[in-house]
């Protein structure tokens, strides 16, 4: 199991924004893609948006089109997660990931989670 080293979450107000943050090292950020996916309470992970070095962005839900942005720094083997005007359906817990095959954006081909950070939207 790689580790995988998340910050950034907390509460944030609707239309508000926040950016997440996950860590990897540098093997696993070069040859692996890097994703986020996130959990509501009563509901299945799902794959939000997935990033990978020989691709570029791979996946973008529909849910966060045209708010949400993935990125990564290669310098700092670090991907990213911009959460624009986000709303209450936003609120879950994210985790990074670590996907075995870098085209790809699903739950199944992960190899790694990080631990997870709980993002909280409302007034």
């Known amino acids: 199991q790689v580790q995988l080293v998340e910050s950034g979450g907390g509460l944030v107000q609707p239309g508000g924004s926040l950016r997440l943050s996950c860590s990897a090292p540098e093997y696993t950020f070069n040859h692996y893609g890097m994703g986020w996916f996130r959990q509501a309470p009563g509901k299945e992970r799902e794959p939000v948006t997935c990033i990978s070095s020989s691709d570029g962005v791979t996946y973008l839900s529909d849910s966060v089109k045209g708010r949400f942005t993935i990125s990564m720094d290669n310098a700092e083997n670090t991907v990213y997660l911009q959460m624009n005007s986000v709303q209450p359906e936003d609120t879950a817990v994210y985790y990074c990931?670590?996907?075995?095959?870098?085209?790809?954006?699903?739950?199944?081909?992960?190899?790694?989670w990080g631990q997870g950070t709980q993002v909280t939207v409302a007034s």
């Open positions: 990931a670590a996907i075995f095959v870098p085209s790809r954006c699903q739950a199944s081909l992960v190899g790694s």
